[in-house]
Nanobody, 120 residues
Framework: QVQLVESGGGLVQPGGSLRLSCGAS????????MEWYRQAPGKQRELVAT???????NYADSVKGRFTISRDNAKNTVFLQMNSLTPEDTAVYLC??????????????WGQGTQVTVSS
């Protein structure tokens, strides 16, 4: 019914930048909070950034000042601009969105993830 698809991951050198995108499609009536998580090997999944429908944002301390979350409500898309990347940012990045479908059901949906590797 609803799909989230991430893109934009890849290999980047330390100090570099990447921009991730996550588009939602399907029988969507409304999208509420949209979030980016990341999971590194052997570590717990970490909430990186959140953006509300009104555009209010919140960030993990580890990415404040380096990452920027934004959204395009007309395109049901959330972005994550990542600057000044370090090897510690290496992880699979996943988007999550709280969505109400046309059937009136509201759930959290996840994308499949996109790999970000920061290495020289």
């Amino acid at each position: 019914q609803v799909q989230l698809v991430e893109s934009g991951g890849g290999l980047v050198q330390p100090g570099g930048s990447l921009r991730l995108s996550c588009g939602a499609s399907g029988l969507i009536f409304s999208i509420y909070d949209m979030e980016w998580y990341r999971q590194a090997p052997g570590k717990q999944r970490e909430l990186v950034a959140t953006i509300t429908t009104s555009g209010a944002t919140n960030y993990a301390d580890s990415v404040k000042g380096r990452f920027t979350i934004s959204r395009d409500n007309a395109k049901n898309t959330v972005f994550l601009q990542m600057n000044s990347l370090t090897p510690e940012d290496t992880a699979v990045y996943l988007c999550n969105a709280n969505i109400k479908t046309h059937w009136g059901v509201r759930n959290d949906y996840w994308g499949q993830g996109t790999q970000v590797t920061v290495s020289s």
